[in-house]
C-alpha cells in the first residue's frame, strides 16, 4: 500500500481552509456579509473537508490492515472502489463477530461478503473472495442509476 495515493487530496486541506478564511473572516471571526457572499467557497470548504477525513479515515484503515498483515487484494479492492466512486460509495467493514446482528440482518454466512446496501435494504451481494470485474458488474447499474438521477 502507497501512503502517498491519499497525501495530494490530504495536502490540499490547510490552503483550502486559509483561502476560504481569507475571504470569509476578519481579525480571527467570521463576518457574516463576507460569508453569505462567499457561500460558493464556503460549500466548497466543507465538502473538501468531508471527503479529505473519509480518504484520511480510509487510509488509516488500510496501513493499520497493512501493519497486521491483513490488508490484501480485497482490501485493496474495495479501496480501489471507494477513491474512484468517491461520494456516490460508502465501504464499510463489519467485524461480523463483533456485530453478528448485522451479519444476521443481511444473512452473512461467508466471509467475505459484499453487500450492496440502498435505501438500508440490500439490493445486491457477492460472497467469497471476488475479482475487481465482478464487483463493478454488481455495482455499476447502480452507480449508473445514481448518474442519472
Known amino acids: ?3 502517498t495515493q491519499w497525501s495530494g487530496a490530504i495536502e490540499c486541506r490547510a490552503p ?3 483561502a476560504v478564511a481569507a475571504k470569509v473572516a476578519s481579525g480571527g471571526k467570521i463576518d457574516g456579509a463576507a460569508l453569505e457572499r462567499e457561500q460558493h467557497a464556503a460549500h466548497g470548504l466543507a465538502w473538501i473537508a468531508t471527503y479529505v477525513e473519509a480518504l484520511r479515515q480510509l ?3 488500510a496501513r493499520r ?3 497486521e498483515g491483513r490488508f490484501g487484494e480485497m482490501e485493496s479492492l474495495l479501496a480501489h472502489f471507494e477513491r474512484k466512486e468517491r461520494g456516490r460509495l460508502r465501504v464499510r467493514r463489519v467485524d461480523v463477530d463483533a456485530n453478528p446482528e448485522i451479519a444476521e440482518r443481511f444473512r452473512v454466512s461467508v466471509v467475505p461478503t459484499l453487500v450492496l446496501v440502498k435505501d438500508k435494504r440490500a439490493v445486491s ?3 467469497g ?3 475487481a470485474p465482478k464487483i463493478e458488474a454488481m455495482l455499476e447499474p447502480h452507480l449508473r ?3 442519472a438521477a
Open 16 to 18: 483550502t481552509v486559509a
Open 125 to 127: 451481494r457477492l460472497d
Open 59 to 61: 487510509a488509516s484503515y
Open 65 to 67: 490492515l497493512d501493519g
Open 129 to 131: 473472495r471476488t475479482s
Open 1 to 3: 500500500m502507497k501512503g
Open 145 to 147: 442509476e445514481l448518474a
